[in-house]
């Protein structure tokens, strides 16, 4: 298959306080801690990490709770949705799932061939479980309160809603090696053969409608690059697209490398690094996610960095 090592690579949200974050991510949704840390741009904000059980790329949700986040809703020029595979046998677990811990859930509908279920985590942020059975051969957390068959398999898609999609398209296409695939009405799919993490959803939107970030605002959206040298030469894409885009520079985040741009139509970009991924910074995978981590360059100020943080029972 074509383009198997691209895609999505990571999402990143902001959230409100941090342990309904944490509560809402593990314990009901079932997904993995993978890494806890801090905003490397603002220290005293927690960045907390979810993912599949290996915490793969294309898996991994994060986020940076700010406890006095207001909701804001979304708009367009950004990314509004979240979806996670599941294989379809999991449909009926999920309705009950959802109703016992008195998740909000809109009606299911058809998109693409497929069932989608939405719901909304406890700052609004708009998820989907797309039931999938491709999904089935994918891993999830086996070690997490959801039985195994029934795990979230890592990310089917995101939403773009955009007042204007071709540019998107353009460096969907020659920079992240997407492909045009479906379109339905307003929505039109992008792909890559990889099996995790593989689509992004434009939807065209008539009227522009910019909206402020708060909680359950999706702050950018990262996608995946093989290693150093394949970094350099996407971010050098993005300029020669001339699409008057300037990329920062390539910028160590310790357990990836990222380049960050914003897109005409409004959406925070990243590409990623797939190594070294959130397994390098621990001896055994089995203690991933289970306490603060900080890059080298702040672990002499890790007890000022704790005490600035909420409390997180984890
Ligand atoms: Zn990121």
Not at 59 to 79: D, K, M, N
Not at 166 to 181: G, N, R, S, Y
């Amino acid at each position: 298959m074509k383009f198997k090592d691209k895609g999505l690579h990571h999402i990143t949200v902001i959230a409100g306080p941090a342990q309904t974050n944490y509560d809402f991510y593990t314990r009901i949704l079932g997904l993995r801690m993978v890494l806890q840390s801090v905003n490397q741009d603002d220290t005293g904000t927690w960045h907390l990490f979810y993912a599949n059980g290996s915490g793969e790329p294309g898996s991994s949700l994060t986020f940076f709770p700010f406890r006095h986040a207001s909701r804001t809703g979304t708009g367009t020029g950004e990314a509004t949705t979240v979806s996670f595979a599941v294989p379809t046998a999991s449909k009926t677990f999920w309705i009950d799932r959802f109703r016992e811990f008195d998740v909000p859930v809109k009606e299911a509908f058809k998109r693409f061939g497929l069932e989608v279920l939405p719901f909304s985590d406890p700052d609004g942020l708009q998820l989907e479980l797309v039931f999938d059975d491709a999904a089935k051969e994918l891993p999830g957390w086996d070690n997490g309160p959801v039985p195994s068959e029934h795990t979230l398999r890592g990310f089917w898609s995101t939403t773009l809603r955009l007042t204007e999609t071709e540019t998107t398209a353009k460096i969907l296409q020659e920079v992240m090696d997407f492909e045009p695939a479906v379109t339905e009405e307003n929505m039109h799919l992008f792909r890559t053969g990889s099996a995790i993490g593989n689509a992004v959803l434009l939807e065209k939107a008539e009227d522009s409608n910019m909206v402020h970030p708060g909680r359950g605002t999706i702050h950018h959206v990262a996608f995946r690059a093989r290693d150093r040298k394949d970094l350099e030469l996407m971010r050098q894409k993005v300029i020669d697209l001339n699409l008057n885009i300037q990329p920062t520079p390539v910028i160590d985040r310790h357990v990836f490398e990222s380049v960050y741009f914003r897109t005409p139509a409004g959406v925070l970009f990243e590409i990623a690094t797939d190594p070294p991924g959130y397994a390098s910074v621990v001896e055994k995978e089995e203690d991933m996610g289970k306490e603060l981590f900080l890059p080298p360059w702040l672990e002499p100020k890790r007890s000022e960095i704790a005490a600035k943080l909420d409390p997180l029972e984890a």
